[in-house]
């Protein structure tokens, strides 16, 4: 049938609509060469003798009520006297490894980023393998390479993502929120594996690294970019804090509470990690009633405010001179050998802590990435393949820094 316009739907070039029949769900719609055009070589582009063809199937955009559209088009193999090559001619826009078109392979990637493959497939009735399969190639082909010329500052981290503590080491620019590395592991090697991607020049322009208070990543840092100052993420410090004295000290106390005290301080341990400007009238006046019977709890509750503070000094020297009498406060508190251990730990890190005052960077704009790890793993209900989940993530870090 001849239906006016219809070569705009599909305008594969040298190539015109044969027919098209319409069923239940499916379009299928038949190309043939159009013998207007000669055969040329795609190696030299001299003109080639057909030498045979054969009708081939590729998936295309949907349209109207069908499901799915089915391209059956003539593949032809012709001789090129010129090269001495045997070649075969496939419309412009078809992928013959794919089974499918281009716009149809983009689209379903576009579909990817938004819900599992599972999904895909129920819409667009392919396999999610194929889906899969598709996405990546998608990303592969669109996504540029990382930026890794005048990087300033790193941050790196761990993110668990599989079962059993599977970690992968995440590096992200810290100007611009770009992924540029993820490696299996969170060993030393994992983040020495970006800095073999890296020239000379390029690691002289790396003026500092974030990261968490692990030896690892420390390690790598000074073996590769010695001039590279680190600096130790302020919400880790506050977070091992309340974890290794705070939460310490209240299970300490907890195990010899009985009646009326053990009462009291159940179910106390997020009231005495949440800042006091989140705490509901209700919730002040229990964490005021533990801390009048506890003094441990209230020594260490005021600690944790001082600490907090000390990322509020506008020059260094001051906050260098806050973290001292902080670490002789916590190691006069007798009695309570979680806090001597803590300051002990911090004076032996000083520096790092310090180094923070003359960046101002933290792991804040990572620990925001980590949560998106943790949508798009959920979206997908997992991620085996590593290489395609660095794609995925990349796309979704692209995007934020392209709309900044």
């Known amino acids: 049938m001849y239906v006016h316009g219809i070569r705009k739907l599909f305008p594969f070039e040298e190539y015109v609509v044969r ?8 379009a299928e719609v038949r190309l043939r060469r159009d013998l207007r055009y000669n055969l040329k070589c795609p190696k030299c582009g001299h003109k080639m003798t057909k030498n045979r ?9 949907p349209f109207g009520q069908s499901k799915g559209v089915l ?17 075969t001619i496939h419309p412009k826009g078809i992928n013959p490894n794919g089974k499918a078109t281009w716009r149809m392979m983009v689209f379903t990637s576009r579909l990817c980023r938004f819900m599992p493959l599972r999904r895909v497939k129920q819409l667009l009735t392919i396999p999610a393998s194929t889906a899969y399969r598709w996405d990546k190639e998608v990303l592969q082909e669109q996504l540029p390479e990382p930026d890794l010329d005048g990087l300033r500052i790193l941050l790196v981290d761990e993110k ?7 970690y992968v080491t995440v590096v992200l620019n810290g100007e611009t929120g770009e992924l ?5 592991g969170k060993k030393k090697e994992a983040f020495t594996a970006f800095f073999d991607k890296l020239s000379e020049q390029q690691k002289k322009s790396i003026e500092a690294v974030a990261m968490d208070r692990g030896g690892a990543y420390k390690g ?16 880790h410090i506050i977070k091992n804090y309340l974890s290794d004295v705070v939460d310490a000290v209240r299970r300490s106390l907890s195990r010899g509470a009985v009646g009326e005290m053990k009462r009291l301080i159940k179910n106390q341990r997020y009231n005495l990690f949440r800042n006091p400007e989140n705490h ?7 964490l005021e009633a533990l801390l009048e019977v506890y003094e441990d709890l209230n020594c260490v509750n005021t600690l944790k405010e001082e600490l ?30 979680q806090l001597s251990n803590f300051a002990d730990s911090l004076e032996r890190c000083k520096e790092k802590i310090l180094n923070f005052f003359d960046s101002r960077i933290t792991l804040g704009l990572l620990e925001g990435f980590n949560n998106l790890i943790s949508r798009v793993i959920h979206r997908a209900c997992g991620h085996k393949d590593l290489r395609y989940l660095f794609l995925k993530l990349r796309q979704e870090s692209l995007d934020i820094y392209l709309q900044t």
């Not at 668990?160 to 599977?166: A, E, F, L, R």
């Not at 540029?180 to 299996?184: D, G, I, R, T, W």
């Not at 790598?220 to 302020?234: F, G, L, N, S």
Request: with cysteine; aromatic share 14%; proline share 2%.
């Open 220 to 235: 790598a840092v000074q073996d590769e970019i010695p001039h590279a100052q680190i600096v130790y993420d302020k919400f």
């Open 53 to 61: 063809s054969t009708w081939q199937t590729a998936r295309d955009m």
């Open 71 to 87: 391209l059956v088009y003539e593949a032809i193999q012709g001789w090129c006297m010129e090269c001495g090559s045997y070649s």
């Open 280 to 286: 509901s009238e209700e919730q002040q006046e229990d």
């Open 160 to 166: 668990s993502i599989w079962k059993h503590h599977g």
């Open 19 to 26: 027919s098209i029949k319409f069923s239940e769900d499916i």
């Open 308 to 337: 907090r503070r000390l990322w509020d000094y506008k020059y260094g020297a001051w906050a260098r001179k806050h973290l001292n009498k902080w670490i002789g406060w916590a190691r006069e508190a007798d009695g309570i050998p």
């Open 180 to 184: 540029l590395h993820m490696a299996k």
